[in-house]
């Protein structure tokens, strides 16, 4: 069964910085995008970045731009993402989701396999 599993979340100051990490059972062999899905309490999911497993260019929605980096160590099947400068409005519990899709774009419904999440809070 294929799993994704999330560490790395947690509570830090605005302005601080964060690394999440999602381990991959998926075969590295396939073609399909990794991305990192968040949703904060009373809100709708938000994908914030995603990229091919074999690399190349990623997608950031636009309230992450410059701030949240996505990266991937193929060595380990794992994916990372990077957050750096975090606002309280990035307060939200992270997901990485996996599909396969044409391009790699934020949209939730582009991902069929799911974490089971890690919560990061910003105050």
């Known amino acids: 069964q294929v799993q994704l599993v999330e560490s790395g979340g947690g509570s830090v100051q605005s302005g601080g910085s964060l690394r999440l990490s999602c381990a991959s059972s998926l075969n590295p062999d396939s073609r399909f995008c990794l991305a990192w899905i968040r949703q904060a309490p009373g809100k709708e999911r938000e994908g914030v970045a995603s990229?091919?497993?074999?690399?190349?260019?990623?997608y950031y929605a636009d309230s992450v731009k410059g701030r949240f980096t996505i990266s991937q160590d193929n060595t380990k099947n794992t994916v990372y993402l990077q957050m750096n400068t975090l606002k309280p409005e990035d307060t939200a519990m992270y997901y990485c989701?996996?599909?396969?899709?044409?391009?790699?774009?934020?949209?939730?419904?582009?991902?069929?396999?799911w974490g089971q999440g890690t919560q990061v809070t910003v105050s």
């Open positions: 990229m091919y497993n074999g690399g190349g260019s990623a």
């Open positions: 989701a996996a599909g396969s899709a044409p391009i790699c774009k934020g949209d939730d419904w582009l991902y069929n396999r």
